[in-house]
């Protein structure tokens, strides 16, 4: 009985050309399939071994924001195997041709890049506690009070943390798209992945403007200076900004 399938990764251009040291999941060479005008990044896997540890992950990721970084590319969820290299074509590519080529045409020329930004945590909470005289005195409360006897003191407190954190993530959200949006072509919103998010959001942006974004992002840094820690991310896959189908292989 066969023990090997296809791994798939995501869908390209067919006139692709893929460097012969690329490496996928388990450090297998990456090949591609091609039908009509598209081709399925691909590498053969053994079923008997484990899928999903934190290198196979980072190998699927990896391959595809340097793919990103060169041509279109639809990006596939992990973790996508079909039995063979003919059932990708069959199951795959051909059913759904002209579906993917229409999304490569959209994603032709752009890239996706993920603003990052998080509270400078001593700060973000000075900034609630004087803005907030009821987080204030329930600050002073606690610290006079036994542990015991402050716990609804400290849910309180926490609650109104929690909702001002919401509050000032929503605002910079917001300044933040304001400062790129002009350089963008769309953008989402990603849910935050700490309490002290201030900002998770990707950005669909012309490979031609990525300097504009870079010099976008870094003045509101310097507004934000020593409130909150910002990141650039990318060029990577367009991973929020594609419509997730069934037709992903299983």
């Known amino acids: 009985m066969d023990q090997s399938g296809t791994y798939i990764y995501g869908v390209v251009p067919e006139d692709i050309e893929i460097d012969e040291k690329a490496q996928g999941v388990a450090d297998a060479p990456v090949l591609s399939i091609k039908h009509g005008k598209i081709a399925a990044l691909v590498s053969d896997i053994g079923m008997t071994r484990p899928l999903g540890t934190p290198q196979d992950l980072r190998a699927h990721e990896q391959l595809l924001n340097a793919t990103a970084a060169e041509v279109p590319v639809l990006p596939i969820r992990f973790g996508a195997v079909l039995a063979d290299r003919d059932a990708v074509i069959e199951e795959f590519l051909a059913p759904f041709h002209d579906?993917?080529?229409?999304?490569?045409?959209?994603?032709?020329?752009?890239?996706?890049?993920?603003?990052?930004?998080?509270?400078?945590?001593?700060?973000?909470?000075?900034?609630?506690?004087?803005?907030?005289?009821?987080?204030?005195?329930?600050?002073?409360?606690?610290?006079?009070?036994?542990?015991?006897?402050?716990?609804?003191?400290?849910?309180?407190?926490?609650?109104?943390?929690?909702?001002s954190i919401e509050a000032k993530r929503d605002a910079d959200t917001a300044a933040m798209w304001d400062e790129v949006e002009p350089v963008s072509v769309m953008a989402a919103v990603r849910p935050p992945s700490h309490e002290l998010d201030a900002v998770h959001l990707a950005v669909l942006v012309e490979n031609s403007r990525q300097h504009e974004l870079e010099q976008a992002v870094e003045s509101l840094g310097r507004k934000w200076a020593d409130q909150v820690e910002l990141r650039l991310m990318g060029p990577m896959a367009p991973y929020d900004f594609i419509v997730s189908q069934d037709q992903d292989a299983e």
């Open 99 to 163: 579906e993917f080529v229409a999304a490569l045409s959209e994603l032709d020329g752009r890239a996706q890049y993920v603003i990052k930004g998080r509270f400078v945590e001593d700060r973000v909470l000075g900034e609630i506690l004087a803005e907030n005289p009821e987080a204030a005195q329930l600050r002073d409360d606690i610290r006079a009070l036994p542990e015991d006897a402050s716990r609804d003191h400290r849910i309180r407190l926490g609650e109104i943390i929690n909702q």
